[in-house]
Structures are given as C-alpha cells and as structure tokens.
C-alpha cells in the first residue's frame, strides 16, 4: 500500500508539473463550482492500525465548491469510509494470570493460566462509517493548491470475538471451559482534521493526497476468564491517522 501511494503521488507530479493548461487559470471567480465524485485510498497508522491489526482505507465521496475568488473556495465532502476490513488476529493471552470459573486466579500461591492446546480466542475488528469535510482550497501554482480543514467523523467501530478459553492448574484443567461468539459494535461522533495538496491533472480528472487525523471510539469484549468478573465491554475514545490518495472526477 506504502509503495502505492508512492507511485501514485509520483504520477500525479510528472502529469501536473508536465504542462500548465489554460483551464487550470481559468477558474469561476465566484459561486458554485459543481459536484466531483471521489475515491479514496490510503493506509493507517497509530492507534488506527494497532486497533485494526490492519492499514487499509478505501472510501467513496461527494464533493463540492464555492469559489471566493478566482484561486480560493470553500469545499464541502460527504464521504463513507472503511477502515481495516477482512483482517482477524489472535488475542488469546498465553502469559499471565487468568481466573477459572470457580474465581480462583491461583492455588496454594500456583498461578492459573490458559492450556494452549484447548484455548484460543479469535478477534477481526473493524470501522466504517460518514465524515462530513469542510475545508479552505487555495492555488498556489498552476495546476497545484492546496487544501485544510476539519472533519465530523461518525464511525462505527465493530468487533467479532470468537473463542474458547480453559484454564489450568500447572498441566491439568481446572474449572470450566469458557466459550463465547459475540459481535459488539459501537458507534461514536469524533472531531478530525486534514489538510493535503490537489493536482489538477485536466479539466475532469484531479489527484490529491492528504493526511488526516479521524476520530472514534474502539470497543473490545473481556471474557471472564481474563477478567474474573461477569463478561463486559471496554470502550475508549481514540484518535488515528490517515494517509490517503483521493481521485477526482466532476460531474
């Protein structure tokens, strides 16, 4: 995905910088300057990667433009993102302490823990959802501006959790096995923001590349066994970060 972005990025400069239309200096000096459809598609990082045990994004998006002045507009997009899809991990904890159904998390000072052979605990998260953008575009050379704003995110964070979990008591089980197969989900509104450059590589087509900061809210199941209480949800209000390409085609 990494080197993707690259090559793309590079394409973009070599047709932009290869030539300096008259239509890139002709723009509306004011007013509404029609609707573009976008595809969007980058990779993750921080904690958006670490959650998803993934880096891709693909979106689809509606974008639209009043012009200021002849090089400057307001810009508007409404876009659905997803986030990390088709990637499962395993979350089975190996190390440590865990509590057999009984309560108990040690013996006569011995520790519980997982029996590898008939323990596994199987996570795939993953997070789609609307951003709504709002931002300031400004030429700066010929076919060339660039562009800032702030984004209202409302994703929905998802979690399939499948599992069994035994524990034991040094090489023999102890208590009850514990089996579980629950799907959480969690939506929550987020503030971001981004800012990038656009290339207008003709009078339909135009590449950009942004790097935006997204906000949601993750949501993970804890089993008994981990916890030695009733099985819950942990919910946490998170940040991550986006570098993206966008193509663009007006209408």
Not at 21 to 42: E, R, T, V
Not at 120 to 128: A, C, E, G, I, W
Not at 179 to 202: D, E, N
Request: proline share 3%.
């Amino acid at each position: 995905m990494n080197r993707l972005l690259t090559w793309l990025g590079l394409t973009a400069a070599a047709v932009a910088a290869g030539s300096m239309p008259a239509w890139a200096q002709s723009a509306k000096s004011s007013g509404f300057g029609g609707l573009n459809i976008k595809l969007h598609a980058g990779a993750t990082a921080g904690n958006l990667k670490n959650d998803l045990h993934a880096q891709n994004l693909l979106g689809l998006g509606v974008e639209g433009a009043c012009a200021l002045t002849p090089t400057s507009s307001i810009v508007g997009e409404l876009t659905f993102s997803a986030y990390g899809a088709g990637k499962g991990y395993d979350n089975t904890k190996l190390t440590g302490t865990v509590w057999a159904s009984n309560g108990q998390s040690s013996v006569l000072g011995v520790p519980i823990t997982l029996a590898p052979s008939s323990s596994v605990d199987y996570r795939k998260n993953s997070l789609q959802g609307f951003s709504l953008r709002g931002g300031y575009r400004a030429t700066f050379q010929g076919a060339w501006s660039w562009q800032a704003g702030l984004t209202l995110d409302r994703l929905q964070y998802r979690q399939e959790a499948n599992g069994t979990l035994q524990p034991r008591l040094g090489g023999a089980a102890i208590g009850n096995l514990e089996g579980f197969a629950v799907t959480p989900t969690k939506t929550g509104m987020g503030i971001g923001a981004f800012a990038g450059v656009k290339a207008q590589i003709s009078e339909n087509f135009s590449l950009e590349t942004n790097l935006l900061s997204v906000g949601y809210t993750s949501i993970d199941y804890q089993p008994f066994t981990y916890t030695g209480v009733a099985p819950s949800y942990t919910t946490h209000s998170r940040h991550g970060v986006v570098l993206e390409v966008a193509f663009g085609l007006k209408l």
